[in-house]
């Protein structure tokens, strides 16, 4: 790990009574598959609980809190909350990439900072607090870490993914037309690295690389909206 685990509970204000859980939220498969011989366990098992986790929180809020929204709303409103670039954009605030342990191939192709990963690591950290301290514990920190998001998307600021909302943004103007390109691509086939560009007008307005071409595409129109914003 580049940082240490008691400076990631100073960040996130909780301290675990029994660390072999965060250690286990923060060991991603590839550094497990390394160190087959000391049998060490991955975040796998626990993003699993922790996406459940999240999710009875985030329908126990909104239910109470938001009696009249009918059902498809409130599913609507959920997805936008759970989405893997909202769950990694909560990691990346924390810099929770920065605790975790890779593998080699993993690490020098960029896990640290890649969306899905990042995602499911969240969501392992939840369900590693919710095993060290129950449920209420686990609600408190979610609702601290996510209360701007979940605010957020009930007011329809959060999109479920950065190509949609690049869309919506640049057709403001109906001339303008986005468009993406696949600039290269890296490795052997089980560990590709694929890089896309976004183009409005033909201006590059952004870049992004990601394990799949769907993910760099997502990179780049995350980097372009942030691009637009500068400009204003």
Known sequence: ???????????IVYRFENLKLVKEALTHSSYANEKKSNKIRNNERLEFLGD???SIVISDYLFRNYPDLPEGE???IRSKIVCEATLSDCARRIKLGNYMMFGRGEELTGG????SILADAWEALIAAIYLDAGLETAREFIMEQMSQIIEDAIQGKVFMDYKTRLQEVIQVEKSNRIRYELTGEEGPDHCKVF????LLNDERIGEGKGRSKKES???????????????G
Do not use: F, G, N, P
Not at 1 to 8: F, G, V, W, Y
Not at 217 to 231: C, D, G, S, V
């Open 1 to 11: 790990m580049i940082e240490s685990r008691c400076k990631l509970e100073d960040t």
């Open 52 to 54: 459940s986790v999240l």
């Open 74 to 76: 409130l599913t609507k």
């Open 112 to 115: 640290r900072e890649r969306t």
């Open 195 to 198: 890089y896309s560009s976004v």
């Open 217 to 231: 595409e997502q990179e780049a129109a995350k980097q372009a909206l942030r691009e637009l914003e500068r400009r």
